[in-house]
């Protein structure tokens, strides 16, 4: 067995760790293999690089985008050209997008009583990519909330009083784009779905027609039952199974690493070695 994490956010975009400061505690937990999927940018990725090399720790170039569902669907990218025109280009449009929305929040929260300025949240941010997690750090430090999840429960999660839906990419088009970017795409916690069995399963022949190549079966959100269930659809459907905690740290962190068989990927089509 061996410990890896193949999702994980920095300060590029919702989490609260440096790149570098992921790659040292990912030493310190003897962490085989690390990714780093910041939310629609890969901006940290050459930090990232730089300190894995530095501590000695496998890594491989990612992101994490958002599609369009009336759930949450999430597809990660693996192995990326990073420095492809294309994927930065559009993964510029989709901050834009997200920024938009960010600004029709921060209206919505102050119609509400509670003052909270892109400029904060741009500090707050203090990256490429501004989230939801932003808002409700800033929402707790002014005592609107006392804590972030009352924050997005009230006010930031799908039935809170200031959530805005934001335009996003559709599923094909994440797919494609981790391709074109010569990257593997992957549906992340599948768990977080909430959808039947049978929706489950039809997503997951729809996707695998575009281009999916894995799921990520092992999950900072899922229990062992699901983890077997969803080993046993990756299977089904010819699809590598990966494995990430989705840590961003902070009050609702899950735990960095997750523990897997060493035979779990073709880690040379990663472009890694262990």
Not at 6 to 22: I, K, R, W
Not at 244 to 272: F, K, Q
Request: charged fraction near 25%; proline fraction near 3%.
């Amino acid at each position: 067995m061996i410990r890896i994490d193949m999702h994980v956010h920095s300060t590029y975009s919702d989490g609260l760790s440096t790149p570098e400061a992921l790659v040292r505690l990912s030493k310190r937990r003897g962490i085989s293999l690390l990714s780093l999927t910041d939310h629609d940018t890969v901006a940290g990725i050459s930090a990232f690089r730089r300190a894995c090399k530095k501590w000695g720790v496998s890594g491989i170039a990612g992101t994490e985008l958002s599609a369009d569902a009336d759930f949450t669907l999430h597809i990660l990218g693996y192995r990326l050209d990073v420095n492809l025109h294309v994927l930065e280009s559009r993964l510029q449009d989709v901050r834009n997008k997200r920024n938009e929305r960010n600004r029709l929040m921060c209206e919505k929260l102050k119609n509400l009583g509670m003052n909270i300025s892109m400029e904060e949240l741009a500090k707050e941010a203090g990256g490429e990519v501004i989230a939801r997690p932003h808002m409700a750090r800033l929402l707790v430090k002014k005592g609107y909330v006392p804590d972030e999840i009352t924050a997005f429960s009230w006010y930031l999660g799908r039935n809170g009083s200031a959530y805005v839906s934001r335009e996003r990419l559709t599923p094909g088009e994440c797919i494609l784009l981790v391709k074109q970017a010569g990257g593997l795409a992957v549906l992340a916690h599948p768990g977080l779905m909430g959808i039947s069995e049978k929706a489950q399963q039809k997503l997951v022949e729809e996707l695998v027609e575009m281009g999916l190549w894995g799921i990520e079966c092992y999950s900072g959100h899922h229990s062992e039952a699901q983890t077997r269930y969803w080993s046993e659809i990756a299977s089904k459907y010819g699809l590598e199974r990966t494995a990430g905690s989705d840590y961003h740290g902070g009050e609702r962190a899950v735990d960095l690493g997750v523990i897997v068989p060493e035979d779990l990927l073709p880690w040379a089509r990663l472009g890694v070695s262990l």
